[in-house]
């Protein structure tokens, strides 16, 4: 047998066998242009009621979230996924108190100085994406200048139009980004055309919350939750929290994902779940 036809029949003996195992070719085909996954702290917080994210739930009980940024290196540049707190925060001892006194936040390294150690200038982040606007997602949006950033148009609109603050948003983390190239999304979107970088709209948290689907060819498919839930109970249980925009949509994307999930049989990855986020490596370890 040629090298070509064992190809060949290594290739087909693969479809048979992802069929039988009842996933699609398409959900099969691997990857090919991502390269690596970083993952940053980008913030710590302490709440002295956790209920304001699962009403009726714990109420009156502490709780810690974490807060992380993510770098996805392509071979067609490099993509930020959130980033975190303002690096200002990094410079407060006693931290900043946020969500209307219902946070105190603490960032240990600056974002700009966690990518620097990786020898990455914020002017070589080629893309940009929020999960949404809130300021611990967004609070380095401006240190971007160069980034074409991938937004829904409804999240977009919200954060430049006239009542950002009714949104819980601060037009002053990232009101530079009006000048940023932009890619206005109504709906998912394959960022890089290879599958390797799938943006979810998963709106609920805010009016055009997002999720990213990445997936790695050792690690598989991951899925960065932004805000969609914020912690392993309120997965389990749909919980959605008090503060969230829409209810009923919150609830709908925590089905759709879970949906994208047995799809591709990938980890959810909750941001703000301190537990699952210790489990994860972080910069300058990565994920392949
Ligand atoms: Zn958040």
């Known amino acids: 047998m040629t090298a070509r036809a064992l190809t060949r029949t290594v290739v087909s003996l693969m479809a048979v066998a992802s069929l039988a195992a009842g996933c699609t070719p398409m959900a099969e085909k691997r990857p090919a242009g991502i390269e690596r996954l970083y993952v940053f ?9 956790v209920s304001r994210w699962s009403p009726g739930v714990n109420v009156g009980q502490p709780w810690e979230f974490s807060n992380n940024c993510y770098l996805i290196r392509h071979s067609k540049g490099l993509l ?24 105190r936040a603490r960032l240990p390294k600056a974002l700009a100085a966690q990518l620097a150690e ?5 002017t070589d982040v080629s893309i940009i994406a929020f999960s949404h606007f809130h300021p611990d997602h967004a609070g380095n949006a401006n240190l971007f200048p160069v980034a074409t950033l991938y937004i829904q148009e409804t999240e977009y609109e919200a954060a430049f139009g006239p009542t950002p603050q009714k949104f819980g948003f601060q037009p002053a983390t990232y009101d530079k980004l009006r000048a940023n190239p932009v890619v206005k999304l109504k709906g998912d979107q394959d960022v890089f055309g290879d599958g390797s970088v799938v943006i979810l709209s998963t709106p609920g948290h805010t009016p055009g919350h997002q999720s990213l689907l990445v997936r790695l060819p050792k690690t598989g498919a991951v ?48 941001n703000h779940d301190k537990t699952q986020s210790a489990r994860v490596p972080k910069a300058p370890q990565y994920l392949e």
């Open 80 to 103: 930020l996924w959130d980033t975190g707190f303002s690096d200002a925060v990094a410079a407060m001892p006693e931290g900043l108190v946020a969500a209307g006194g219902a946070l």
């Open 41 to 49: 702290n980008c913030g710590e917080s302490r709440t002295t009621d």
């Open 118 to 122: 990786l020898g990455v200038k914020t």
């Open 223 to 270: 899925i960065l939750s932004g805000d969609m839930v914020h912690f392993e109970s309120n997965w389990t249980n749909r919980r959605v929290p008090s503060m969230n925009f829409n209810s009923a949509e919150s609830v709908k994307s925590m089905d759709r994902v879970a949906g994208v999930i047995a799809q591709y049989n990938a980890q959810l990855w909750i």
